[in-house]
């Protein structure tokens, strides 16, 4: 509960911080902005849009932009992003895809996260230049690829070791891993065979007894 509570918990803290600086921080870059708006002769905001969109489609407005504001809100928005990612990836791993006494990878979870904060942010940089779409496309693709590649050459996980509270970590081990639950004991708690050997030595012992006594009485 601890990792889910963490998660949300720094999810909504990077959400709030990039709204300030939204609010707050300029993006673009005042002095380019006002020789921009005088040599266009913009009076009103609609016109500004449209020169700014004009900007974005040809590659250029990068010249425009304020960088170090951009760095900062950039990378707010791809921390929220990547929290917000990976609270949802262990949440619906718990409830989909693991076993009640799993626990869902929080390492899965955030690779997958990073490699979906850099295909967003491979996206944004495209925009800014004005790349083809083909290659928005390929570097999903390209993600993807990556991500079955990583699936499928990562070494299987080392079994998570849970015990008891108060618990001798010598005598019990509960060993969970993705696909199968075992207990396993360094040192027998209980073993039927030596159960059935002591119940077995009581009797001999207890008969054993009863023929001396019955001797005993036989002589007298």
Same mark, same amino acid.
């Given at each position: 509960m601890r990792k889910y509570l963490i998660l949300f918990a720094l999810c909504v803290f990077? *959400?709030?911080?990039?709204? =300030?600086?939204?609010?707050?921080?300029n993006p673009f !870059? /005042?002095?380019?902005?006002?020789?921009?708006?005088?040599?266009? !002769?913009?009076?009103?905001?609609?016109?500004?849009?449209?020169?700014?969109?004009?900007?974005?489609?040809k590659g250029l407005i990068l010249e425009f932009l304020n960088i170090r504001n951009i760095f900062l809100l950039g990378t707010t928005a791809a921390l929220a992003v990547l929290t917000g990612f990976m609270f949802l990836h262990i949440t619906i791993d718990k409830l989909f895809f693991r076993k009640f006494y799993e626990q869902p990878s929080v390492q899965l979870a955030l690779r997958r996260g990073v490699l979906v904060c850099f295909g967003l942010v491979? @996206?944004?940089? =495209?925009?800014?230049?004005?790349?083809?779409? =083909? %290659?928005? @496309?390929?570097?999903? @693709?390209? %993600?993807? *690829? @990556? /991500?079955? &590649?990583?699936?499928? &050459?990562?070494? /299987?996980?080392?079994? /998570?070791? %849970?015990?008891?509270?108060?618990?001798?970590?010598?005598?019990?081990?509960?060993?969970?891993?993705?696909?199968?639950?075992?207990?396993?004991f360094k040192r027998p708690i209980f073993s039927l065979k030596n159960w059935v050997t002591n119940f077995r030595e009581t009797v001999m012992q207890q008969v054993a007894e009863s023929q001396v006594s019955v001797d005993e009485d036989e002589e007298e």
């Open positions: 990077f *959400i709030a911080i990039s709204y =300030y600086l939204v609010t707050t921080l !870059n /005042e002095e380019q902005i006002a020789q921009l708006v005088r040599s266009e !002769n913009i009076k009103v905001s609609e016109e500004f849009q449209e020169v700014v969109t004009e900007l974005v489609d491979s @996206v944004f940089i =495209y925009r800014l230049f004005a790349a083809e779409w =083909y %290659l928005v @496309v390929l570097t999903i @693709v390209l %993600l993807i *690829i @990556v /991500e079955l &590649m990583i699936s499928r &050459m990562a070494p /299987e996980p080392e079994p /998570e070791v %849970l015990t008891a509270e108060g618990a001798d970590p010598d005598s019990a081990i509960v060993a969970v891993t993705p696909n199968k639950f075992k207990l396993r």
